[in-house]
């Protein structure tokens, strides 16, 4: 086993698919969630500030920038943002939790989904721009390439719209991630999610 490899172990991932799922009801779970998450950040922002802190120290140690602690700070100051409801849901229990997620278009995967470390030199196609990944790097893989890194987010070929009703949820944790804030933003995910879809799963993975 590489150093590299040696130095991401105790990353965990957890996986929820949602498939089918209806956009009315989401809707409304969604505004509970957000209600929630608006409560917790006036009330527990030590604690959130606190498990952003893993993600930080972890980011920085492999280079990279955590989007949690600006995303945070601009939720402090003019509240949670309105993008669309499975976005919202996503910024609601990153935020509310401060425990590090993504959500693609789970229609839009090919084939077995696994959770691996980067080649050297791979890349894909980010949201913004071409991403590079360093060898080594988090990330998250279909049977077409890497649809997710750790450090740089989820790919555009899995981009999600307003209409996607199949929904991949990945929660990600530190090694120093207090296990308590990634298992209640996860209850927190699948309470609005499992209502409202056909069917609904977990899986959970760790480096």
Known sequence: MGRKRQELLGVSLTRIAARGVDLKELRNGVAVAKAEATRRIATSAAEIRKNIQSYELFFLLNGHVCPLTSQFDHAVAKGLPNIFPAIDLL???????????????LAKTR???????????????????????????????DDDGVVASLFQGPDKRTKLQPTSTDLLVLVFAAPTTLLQATTDA??????????????????????
């Open 91 to 105: 910024l609601a229990v990153e935020l509310g939790y401060g425990v590090l997620a993504g959500i693609q278009d």
């Open 111 to 141: 084939g077995v989904l696994r959770f691996e470390v980067a080649e050297e030199g791979e890349s894909f196609e980010g949201m913004r721009f071409p991403a590079k990944c360093r060898k080594g790097e988090i990330v998250v893989r």
């Open 186 to 207: 996860e209850d927190a995910l699948w309470k609005v999610l499992n209502p409202c879809a056909r069917e609904c799963f977990v899986q959970k993975g760790t480096l």
